[in-house]
């Protein structure tokens, strides 16, 4: 870890600090000084062991203390010490991944010393979060200074003072000299090549870095499919007999894609050490609420909710307000077929350029209101979600992540089923397809690049106009810099980001062939997609703390759910094309059943694919393998010498 910041504690020894604590403005000071003494003291009286002080405001002549900001680091040896804790694995001396441990520390590669540098600032960022999530109550009853905030020994203090607001906000501070490495390899340079995911990785974290790892495997392996579909596009516009191929090749596509990934997907895992990485106990959400109980697993008390009490809550509540929102995309799609069909009637009355332009507007309309209502239906499934009261964080992701998914994809792609199998109007599908897919692609770039840009932007000038009549040309100081990433936006993960790729691959993958282009302008998306996110990531949004991950989560199903579905779509689409209902002149039940059979075996291919591709490499799978051999005669030496220690003890 290197850092060009340097404060000092009460003690007087300095060190860099990591992350930022920021209290509530009319926070007791007998809770300040409570938290801080938690922070400070050491792990067998209950503590952190860490390091923390206020921030200094002001000039250098007349420097006061921050009442609500503080600063949090570590010594080296707390680091280490806390690396071993939360399961990080690092690479060996013979090259392979395993858990650090600080006996066997100078067995590590790159451990040199007393191992500055071995850990990256994001794994420090982790290892101190995880120290102030893991700081547990003890024998106190309430918080001092808030006799109503009540405290359950052994549970988080730090998600405690969260969930009642006497804690705003927890964030790990950007390191600018790394940061400005980083932008210069990743986004400065307009450049035909690969992201650099390992210091993607390095700063952000396994998370992110899987993230723009997926981001850039779905672009390049969408360059096959837009390089066949601009001929394609160009030579067969109007004969849509010819789809069949487009739509044969779309299959095999989407089938190969998601496997390739998963081995890609270990790959980067087992590079970065979370391949093998046990998943830490979690812990009941900041905002978890209920009455005191007994929790059995732990044998600690605290707040529980009763499961059919939440159950009642999602069927009766969230279950049916989603329904009641599906059937109101449904009536919108209505109004927006019954502006299509004014539009045709007033381009078929008096055909010219303008009622020609007309023609399209209904299509964006359209794309407008269904952006408009996948924002709303957003904030609304988030509140159901919280409502619902999920102990986990996992349980309260993935119920959100279920409700989104619905409703997204009936409200983007209900239109479009109905043109296709409905109205079977291929010339209307290829036109909304496109307009859909340009106007969404439109809206999110302004929404996700130039927006934040331009706030951005303005943001910056403000501080080093005042940082300029404060101090000259010289750097931007600490101070103002934690006060400048505390005003930042709070990156709220990557859901938003894979809910994109998500409604992209469903364009893709559902109906590109009767739209060939549709892949080209989701390469081109994903490109400009990878600058603006990662200008996005550097410059807009706080620092993420590094989440581990070993794969892409519940997107990995919903990405497969959407594959399968694209098989059923493509199958049906082949046998609507008048290509193949030449071959079923006056037997359309015969149709039907060779369709389904098709689609059937397609599938049946799918599923055997998926189990015949291994999902970890072969030469992973034996370094693992080797791994928990070792493991396991290790622990079979360390019995043997203990029963040998025995006999010498009775003696």
């Known amino acids: 870890m290197q850092s060009s910041l340097s404060v000092s504690d009460s003690d007087g020894s300095s060190f860099a600090p990591l992350v930022v604590l920021e209290l509530a403005e009319n926070t007791e000071a007998e809770a300040i000084a409570w938290l801080l003494n938690r922070i400070k003291d050491k792990q067998q009286n209950g503590g952190a062991e860490l390091l923390v002080e206020q921030l200094q405001v002001g000039g250098q002549n007349d420097q006061k203390r921050s009442p609500k900001m503080f600063l949090v680091g570590s010594t080296w040896q707390r680091l280490l010490s806390g690396a071993e804790d939360v399961g990080l694995f690092k690479e060996f001396k013979d090259g392979t991944m395993r858990g650090f441990t600080y006996a066997n520390r100078e067995s590590f590669k790159d451990f040199e010393g007393d191992g500055d ?14 120290e102030l999530d893991t700081l547990r109550a003890k024998g106190e009853e309430h918080v001092p200074g808030y006799p109503k905030v009540k405290l359950y020994p052994g549970k988080s203090v730090i998600r405690r003072l969260q969930s009642k607001g006497i804690l705003v906000q927890c964030f790990p501070l950007h390191d600018k000299e790394e940061l400005k490495r980083l932008s210069f390899s990743w986004y400065r340079k307009i450049k035909l090549s690969y992201q650099p995911l390992d210091d993607i990785k390095h700063y952000f974290g396994e998370g992110l870095g899987l993230y723009f790892g997926f981001l850039e495997y779905f672009t390049f392996a969408l360059v096959p499919m837009a390089f066949i579909g601009i001929p394609y596009y160009l030579f067969d516009w109007e004969d849509y007999d010819r789809y069949v191929l487009f739509a044969i090749f779309n299959l095999l596509w989407s089938t190969v894609f998601l496997e390739v990934w998963k081995r890609c997907s270990a790959q980067l895992a087992y590079r970065w050490g979370t391949l093998s990485r046990k998943k830490a106990f979690e812990e009941p959400r900041p905002g978890f609420h209920g009455v005191l109980g007994f929790n059995p697993v732990t044998g600690r008390e605290e707040p529980v909710y009763p499961n059919t009490k939440r159950q009642l809550r999602i069927y009766l509540v969230s279950v049916p307000f989603v329904l009641l929102c599906l059937y109101l995309s449904l009536h919108v799609m209505m109004i927006y077929f019954d502006m299509e069909n004014w539009a045709l009637s007033l381009y078929d009355e008096d055909p010219n350029f303008w009622t020609s332009v007309l023609l399209f507007i209904p299509s964006i309309i359209y794309a407008v209101v269904i952006e408009l209502m996948n924002l709303l239906y957003r904030y609304a499934a988030e509140f159901l979600t919280n409502w619902e009261n999920h102990r986990l964080e996992s349980s309260f992701q993935n119920h959100l992540v279920l409700k989104v998914l619905v409703f997204n994809f009936v409200n983007c792609f209900a239109s479009l089923f109905y043109i296709a199998f409905v109205m079977q109007d291929m010339v209307l599908l290829r036109q909304s397809l496109a307009t859909l897919l340009i106007t969404s692609q439109i809206l999110n770039q302004v929404m996700e690049a130039f927006l934040p840009y331009w706030l951005q932007r303005r943001r910056n000038k403000k501080v080093h106009k005042r940082v300029k009549r404060m101090m000259g040309d010289k750097e931007l100081p600490l101070v103002e810099q934690v006060q400048l990433e505390s005003d930042m936006n709070t990156y709220l ?9 998500f409604l992209l691959f469903g364009y893709v993958s559902l109906f590109s062939c009767v739209y060939p282009l549709a892949a080209l302008l989701v390469v081109l998306n994903n490109v400009t997609e990878v600058y603006s996110d990662a200008f996005k990531m550097c410059h807009v949004f706080k620092r993420p703390f590094s989440e581990p991950a070993s794969d892409i989560g519940v997107w990995q199903l919903a990405f497969e759910t959407m594959s399968a579905i694209a098989v059923v779509t493509n199958c049906a689409l082949i046998g609507l094309s008048p290509q193949v209902k030449a071959y079923f002149p006056e037997a359309e039940t015969q149709l039907i059943l060779t369709v389904v059979a098709v689609e059937h075996i397609i599938l049946a291919f799918k599923f055997i694919l998926a189990f015949v591709i ?18 396991l005669e290790a622990l079979k030496k360390k019995k043997m010498l203990e029963a040998a220690e025995i006999p010498k003890t009775d003696k």
């Open 117 to 130: 540098g071995f850990l990256s600032i994001a794994e420090c960022q982790y290892i101190i979060k995880h």
């Open 614 to 631: 291994p999902d970890v490499p072969k030469h992973i799978q034996i370094k693992l393998a080797q791994l928990e051999f070792e493991s």
């Open 493 to 501: 993960g990557t859901f938003d980001d894979y809910l994109e790729q």
